[in-house]
């Protein structure tokens, strides 16, 4: 597989042939448009330039003809030994390979940067490339300093970490088997009007408050513990110490890291130990200029000044240091500040990260109960990536970095990896180019270092901007006319001379010459810009830089400006055309190739919903917006993933982004637990996914009128009861029983009216039976009636016969 080294160079030097042919074919030569009457000058028109230095050459020919392609002067008849055109070069001086662990018997030999020592060698305008590996080393040792406020508003926290050093011992030594740990603790500049300076404050701050009436006297910085692998000793320090009281709201919170960073000696630190200096508090600093307030006027001299008794005792002379020297000081003692602030604070620390390199910042709640893991979660934080700083970058050097990280996949513009596991290898393709030629003995050398790390690449520098030819110079030649010396195949004649041999005198003038100064016929001699003096154009000066050419034809001041700074100030006016510097193009220089500032903080450019032009995002995405188009409450994705696995790890600490310790860096967005979810806001959206547990959780996005994103979330999931196996029972009992009276029941009102219908019928026939019994033939009576004819007399009594 290639490095970004081998694929770098086979495409620059592609590049450099298409111009080359580009110049030639289009009639435009860079190298003969140039003024170039010396070896040296041509050298610094464009690193594909050459100059001829024999002798017989370009006879009858302007001494620019002298300088051009080393193709086209061959063939024109210079001989390739007398054609100049030194090339950039690389050299690596030390190359110790990666280590692979950091304690041990090898813990002072350890590795984690590679090569550590190159040399180049530099034409100016030419890049060149080298490739540099860094490697996080497992189990490195771990120096940790915390640093903690003592104000009054401090004294829950102080409660809460009086255990500590063994929790926290307990808790790295899963990540370290070398641990060490300090303390020191601050206050506040014990003066007016940052503290009670009333005599009767002088020895207890507190006096005649109420709630906490004692306290220690104020004072600025105070180093308690020395780093030690005693983490009792820590616990016992901790719980000797008591708070104090200021006046003002902000503390003095960077006078103390400032000392805990540049007294190395006094706090322990050691050099091959990653240095984590913890520094806990719940309101805002004092910057620099405060002071002024107290009458200080002498600025900070970011040194150390702790007194024997390890308290800092220029508190009440110099000045609060500013956040370019707390950075200063940071970085070149290897220092990674970690703000453990509360929640109100994080926004204002966080602005403090952008300027200061190599810190990060944590929520810490109002008592400290979470500070191990704050802890733990920023170390992890810091191993996760690697960030390359330059130091003493000379002016006249361009730089560019290109990242390969764990994906294989190069990044032009960006010098830092992220979400990176300890152990892992990123490399980086670093290009540099020389802008122009230095004063003579002047040091060109800088430094290449991971931020936070103490292993740095060492890069010395010299140019190549003499020609070899010039060390066998003639003075007073024969060939000169014995007024000029002989340099490189021509002459430099003595003030008051001219031509190629010293042959003539300024002010001489013939028609003869004057055909020699136009550069076609009908052109105005010299483009109008200067004089014709035997058979050269001697070129006016201009109040606005710099005319030249073989013709005059040429000037230094008339290419495009931007903001009226020729070039943007990232290029060189050559000839009406702005060369631009590395890392620079446009027809004014004015656009940036870096495409660091692009980068969004899961690595994607633009957040991938737009493209880096010039250095700043351009969002292509409709509803897209901010630095890095990662603001989009209208984009398909605004529920997407990521929102998702936020709120997993911030409120339930659960979900992809928990497992790899990137939550704290990847989720930036406002967090709000709600019991209920209100909808009747028109610009936020509403999302809501699934679980693993089949629950259903809502939350909607929504941007702030100060630009940040905030994502309001119901506390918990809403889930379903899952079923009760008793309440089933019974149901299912309860239903067949009922089934089984309902069916009883119907099976009764059957059979009752099916009774009662025979009944009913059995009546009516009994009825009809009843008058119809004297028609029946086959009835009978069961009394017999027999009649006799009996004879009545006139009185009406029988006298034959009655009736039986």
Known sequence: ???????????????????????????????????????????????????????????????????????????RGCQARYIEKPTSSLSVLQNMPLSSKGSGS???????????????????????????QVRQVEDYPVDLYYLMDLSLSMKDDLDTIRNLGTKLAHEMGKLTSNFRLGFGSFVDKNMSPFSYTAPKYQENPCNGYKLFPNCVPTFGFRHILSLTDEVDRFNEEVQKQMVSRNRDAPEGGFDAILQAAVCKEEIGWRKEAYH?????????????????????????????????????????????????????????????????????????????????????????????????????????????????????????????????????????????????????????????????????????????????????????????????????????????????????GTCLCEPGYLGAHCECQEGEASSMYFSACREAEGKQICSGRGECSCNQCLCYESEFGKIYGSYCECDNFSCARHKGVLCSGHGECHCGECKCHAGYVGDNCNCSTETSSCASDDGQMCSGRGS??????????????????????????????????????????????????????LCKDEIITVEALETDDSSAVMCLYKTENDCIMKFTYSEHASGRSILTALKEPECGSGPDALMVLLAVVGSILLVGVVLLAVWKLVITIHDRREFAHFQSARSRARYEMASNPLYKQPVTTHFVETDFDMYGKSYNGGVH
């Open 276 to 488: 984590l200096l913890v520094f806990a508090t719940d309101d805002v600093p004092h910057l620099a200029l405060d002071g002024r307030l107290g009458g200080l006027v002498e600025p900070h001299d970011g040194r150390c000044h702790l007194s024997n008794n390890s308290e800092y005792s220029a508190s009440t002379r110099m000045d609060y240091p500013s956040l370019g020297l707390l950075g200063e000081k940071l970085a070149e003692n290897n220092i990674f500040l970690i703000f453990a602030v509360t929640k109100r604070l994080y926004v204002i620390y966080k602005n403090f990260t952008a300027l200061i390199p190599g810190t990060t910042v944590e929520i810490l709640d109002q008592d400290s109960k979470n500070v191990i893991q704050l802890i733990i979660a920023a170390y992890n934080n810091i191993r996760s990536k690697v960030e390359l700083t330059v130091w003493d970058h000379p002016e006249d050097i361009s730089l560019s970095f290109t990242a390969t990280c764990q994906d294989g996949k190069p990044l032009p513009g960006l010098k830092k990896c992220a979400d990176l596991k300890i152990g892992d290898t990123v490399s980086f393709n670093v290009s540099v180019e020389a802008r122009s030629c230095p004063p003579r003995g002047a040091d060109h050398s800088f430094t290449i270092k991971p931020v936070g790390f103490k292993d740095r690449l060492e890069v010395t520098v010299d140019y190549q901007c003499d020609c070899g030819c010039s060390q066998t110079a003639q003075s007073n030649s024969s060939i000169c006319s014995s007024i000029g010396t002989y340099n490189c």
């Open 1 to 75: 597989m290639w490095s970004p080294g081998t694929w770098m160079w086979p495409a620059a030097l592609c590049c450099l042939i298409v111009g080359t042919l580009t110049h030639t074919a289009g009639g435009f030569n860079v190298c003969m448009s140039g003024s170039s009457t010396s070896c040296e000058d041509c050298l610094l028109i464009h690193p594909s330039c050459a100059w001829c230095a024999q002798e017989d050459f370009g006879k009858g020919r302007t001494l620019t003809s002298r300088c051009d392609f080393s193709h086209n002067l061959q063939r």
């Open 612 to 665: 880096c032009v010039c250095g700043r995002c351009q969002c292509s995405e409709p509803g897209a917006f901010g630095d890095t188009c990662e603001k989009c409450p209208t984009c398909p994705d605004a529920c997407g993933t990521k929102s998702r696995e936020c709120i997993e790890c911030r409120l339930f600490n659960s979900g992809q982004l928990a497992d790899n310790q990137t939550c704290q860096r």
């Open 106 to 132: 090898t813990q002072y030999d350890v590795v984690q940067i590679a090569p550590q020592q190159i040399s180049l060698s530099l034409r100016p305008g030419d890049q060149t490339f080298f490739d540099l």
